[in-house]
């Protein structure tokens, strides 16, 4: 008699615990179906906001030929000194200049039914500056000419800062993909109650607007080159999941 007294309590304490330990299963699948009923909208939207350009880079050299491979790269240097004394004196910090290339390379003749004959030997170097002020590129791009410079690769417009108009185009991405979310809303007979997540898949830099390369003659000029920086789109992608009840 005391050993079923004293079994009938602990098989009583061990069908509660049993039942407690199943409850918790239970409890978790009916949030996994009220999140399964959930209805959302998932959206995307950009925003984008115009800029004037600030700096620009541009990409400028030297090219030499000489008898040997020595007598090019001789030359290529000489010229070079001049080029890039030019460009400190037309105020491009030494910071903002940087080689961006360098070569030499045989030159050939080639003749029907001849072997290749070798003429010489071209170097070309070329630098790329930044410049910071842009309503003295122009002169700046012409005091390299002057200084040697015979071939410009290309130029692009940017921003020194972005931030400002990144931040612009952010809002304005959150406002367009609000509206949206309100369309989407209004022609499902829903309405948005929340906003579950926010993601931006990334900021847009700029894209390079590039010159055709082009060779410069050196050349005597009453008015300096004009450069026209136009202006610069800056666009800012966002998506989000919205819940929506009706």
Wanted: net charge neutral; aromatic share 4%.
């Amino acid at each position: 008699m005391i050993r079923t007294r004293s079994t009938v309590p602990a098989l009583i304490a061990a069908g509660v615990a049993v039942l407690a330990v199943s409850a918790v299963p239970a409890a978790a699948q009916t949030d996994g179906d009220a999140a399964f009923r959930a209805t959302t909208f998932n959206l995307s939207a950009a925003g984008e906001t115009a800029v004037a350009p600030d700096m620009a880079t541009i990409t400028l050299g030297v090219q030499t030929e000489g008898a040997s491979a020595a007598a090019a790269l001789s030359a290529n240097g000489a010229a070079m000194n001049k080029v890039m004394a030019a460009l400190k004196k037309a105020g491009v910090a030494e910071r903002d200049i940087q080689t961006s290339n360098l070569n030499v390379n045989p030159q050939y003749v080639y003749e029907q039914n001849q072997p290749p004959r070798l003429t010489g030997y071209q170097a070309s170097n070329q630098v790329t500056i930044l410049a910071r002020d842009l309503s003295k590129l122009g002169q700046t791009v012409d005091a390299a000419a002057s200084a040697g410079a015979n071939t410009v690769s290309g130029i692009s417009f940017g921003l020194q800062n972005p931030q400002k108009a990144e931040d612009e185009a952010r809002v304005k991405a959150v406002e367009a993909l609000k509206a949206k979310s309100d369309l989407y809303a209004r022609a499902t007979g829903y309405k948005v109650v929340r906003l579950v997540s926010l993601n931006e898949a990334g900021g847009y830099t700029p894209s390079p607007q590039p010159v055709p390369m082009f060779a410069m003659a050196k050349r005597e000029m009453a008015d300096s080159t004009a450069i026209s920086g136009g202006e610069l789109k800056v666009r800012i992608e966002v998506s989000a999941t919205y819940e929506a009840r009706q």
